[in-house]
């Protein structure tokens, strides 16, 4: 389907519609009443179909805006569609939760922020926002008034499985209920799991978040078009430069900014590096999950050289802060491009013996292969992205269906598997990596001569939809500006956002001792602390970390035994 | 104080970081770095720590969990607040759901307690190794 038969399907649905406006290529907004909103968004995912990204919350000044933003991968379009609900006393609208359970969280959050009710929302449980959070405070709300004295200050020792009031629990005692977190491996987000479990066998999964929400969206509005990527560059220390780039490609969207060639072919030599080193990163943690802890210190032994390159040319190992609005802050200096290709080839000669230890070896295949499935019908409900889909059989990459950067210009292909299992993400992000050395090859010998960037005066007033793919997979961002100097709305949706739900599609009919590796496999930006614990009924430590570590191990030792 | 000397066991809590001082904190451990040739290891239990390694900008949802992660710890218990936004919020300082920064949350519980800052965005793991010899240093 190209660009006009997408618009004529749309148009299938042009009497729910208020306005239908395309500013710029590939960005279709699409307006309507809140009434409509459920009619419109089963059309959208159902019958175009679309791919789910996120829901933005917005309070304008005469109402509440809900944008739908979906992507129609095959031509790179993103399609925003606007709910606009008049009430602002009591706030509400349909939730389209009940067929699309990727907009669950989402959902939740937008509650959390902005005091919307979404009706017949099958689990309106606080998401985002602290137990302690006072009721009633919506922070996203312009004339939101924040308790100036935080009031968290109880003191009594709570056994982690109260983290979450009694009230909020779905799942019921009479089954064990084992919690994992809030410390534990998946630290990214810091979240924590709750797994029913049928003796061995996970029967559900429940996950609450907030412990690593600093509010971004709200400190963003407080800066500067120009400061904000340093912002969002500590979304996630290790997408650190996907972030910025998706922010600067909803800015520059927005301004109709087109940066230097060489800015572009900087930016992706950047980005690629920060994948190389994220992937290994994965590949190290993922073989400590399952006991080989001899491929957790090569890997993290190989990531280092893509360290110091990155602090060769952008001044720090991690949060490079080189990405801004028009351009770039530094230049690669020519005389270190036959350093970074010296280096990427040593890297590549490590990475080739590694990727043959790990994908030849017998018992890692035995391990690996068949454990936490997310199937291709899964991966589309909860619209994954990223290594996580591309394992699935959804061969989605933004760097592909949308290009940014220089992505357009460069040879290189997308990785995908069918088989959805850990072991299929494990051979994408490996493969990824050596197409990603190959990019970064091909950037520095066709790096165009000129100026890294051009000057930005004034951001018109309008919005914007950018996203990059990350190591972990789409970042999206959306930038609304009216014409000030900072943006009025700014929405982040990182990539671990809609993978980290699917653990509900993955873990379930799982072995405890398989849960590690499969939660780890979305590579939810976890480091490899031990702060992770099984806790029973009453709240007895039963498994800490080091328990189901070791449950891990075995599993694999028991493999490898069988196999000799 | 002797004992924490030599091979401090550290316990590592994330409190609503981004992550890269949790990673430089993991790359002091892997081959490059390799703190454990002088006795010192991450544990998996606060009780079995003489120093905890606390990141981030303390969310209000993480505050009570750090202080009952400090409580556990045997005393005394040497805090190394890592990273810009244990020290002082760093660029969140503003940020609603922000309660800190550790020493503020720390001090609440324990207006004695040992804090060594380790400043940077992240700090170097050269950084964090030489905030921990210092620190062990003038104990």
Known sequence: ?564 | MWSLKKSPWVFHVNTGACNNCDIEIVNCLTPKFDVERFGIKLVGSPRHADALLVTGVVTAQAAPRLREVYRQTSKPCVVFATGACACDKGIFATGYHVVGPVDKIIREIDPTAIIVYVPGCPPKPEAIISGVVQALSVL
């Not at chain 1, 969280?105 to 509650?111: G, K, L, P």
């Open chain 1, 1 to 564: 389907m190209n660009q006009e038969e997408l618009n004529n399907k749309l148009e299938e649905i042009r009497d729910k519609l208020t306005a239908i406006e395309q500013p710029v290529d590939n960005r279709i907004y699409l307006s309507c009443e809140a009434g409509n909103s459920y009619a419109v968004n089963k059309f959208l995912f159902e019958d175009v179909p679309l791919r789910f990204v996120i829901a933005t919350g917005v309070d304008s000044d005469d109402c509440f805006e809900v944008l739908y933003h979906y992507a129609y991968d095959q031509i790179g379009c993103m399609v925003t569609l606007k709910a606009f609900i008049r009430d602002r006393e009591n706030p509400a609208i349909e939730s389209i939760a009940p067929f699309l359970p990727a907009a669950e969280w989402i959902e939740r959050e937008i509650h959390d922020v902005l005091g919307i009710d979404f009706r017949n929302h099958p689990d309106m449980r606080r998401l985002i926002l602290s137990d302690d959070w006072p009721e009633g405070v919506y922070p996203l709300r312009k004339d939101a008034k924040m308790p100036a004295e935080r009031p968290d200050g109880e003191s009594s020792s709570r056994p982690m499985v109260q983290s979450q009031s009694p009230a909020r629990r779905t799942v019921k005692l009479s089954k064990p209920v084992l919690p994992v977190g809030p410390f534990h491996p998946l630290q990214e987000e810091m979240e924590f799991f709750q797994l029913s479990v049928d003796g061995e066998i996970v029967t559900d999964i429940d996950m609450r978040i907030s412990y690593n929400h600093r509010g971004i969206e709200k400190i963003s509005e407080s800066l500067q078009f120009d400061q904000v990527p340093f912002l969002v560059s500590r979304i996630c220390g290790i997408c650190s430069a996907s972030h910025p780039l998706a922010y600067v490609n909803a800015v520059e969207e927005i301004a109709g900014i087109t940066p230097p060639d060489r800015a572009q072919y900087v930016r992706t030599i950047i980005a690629e590096l920060e994948r190389i080193h994220s992937h290994i990163l994965w590949v190290g943690l993922a073989g400590h999950f399952i006991g080989y802890d001899t491929v957790f210190m090569w890997a993290w032994k190989y990531r280092e050289p893509v360290l110091d390159l990155l602090e060769e040319i952008t001044g720090n190992r991690n949060n490079y802060g080189n990405v801004k609005v028009g351009g770039c802050r530094e230049d690669i200096p020519d005389e270190l491009k036959p350093k970074i290709a010296k280096e990427l080839d040593e890297i590549e000669k490590k990475m080739e013996m590694l990727t043959k230890a790990v994908l030849d070896d017998p018992i890692l295949h035995a391990r690996l292969k068949g454990v936490g499935v997310l199937s291709k019908e899964d991966a589309i409900r909860y619209a994954v992205t990223g290594p996580t889909a591309r394992g699935s059989g959804v061969a989605i990459d933004v760097r592909r269906d949308d290009p940014y950067a220089a992505y357009g210009d460069l040879d290189w292909n997308v990785i995908g598997q069918l088989e959805g299992d850990v072991f299929a993400k494990a051979v994408v992000r490996l493969l990824e990596t050596f197409e990603s050395i190959k990019m970064v090859k091909e950037a520095l010998d066709k790096l165009p001569k000129g100026p890294v960037a051009v000057e930005v005066k004034e951001i018109p007033p309008g919005e914007g939809c950018g996203h990059a793919e990350a190591p972990r997979g789409e970042t999206f961002h959306y930038v609304r500006s009216d014409g000030g100097n900072r943006p009025v709305r700014h929405k982040v949706r990182a990539p671990s956002y809609v993978n980290v739900p699917s653990f509900r599609a993955s873990c379930i009919g799982q072995h405890i001792a398989d849960v590690t590796i499969t939660l780890a496999a979305v590579d939810p930006c976890y480091s490899c602390t031990e702060r992770l614990a099984v806790v029973d009924s009453h709240g007895n430590v039963a498994h800490d970390y080091d328990a189901l570590l070791k449950l891990s191990r075995e599993k694999t030792e028991r493999i490898r035994k069988e196999m000799l």
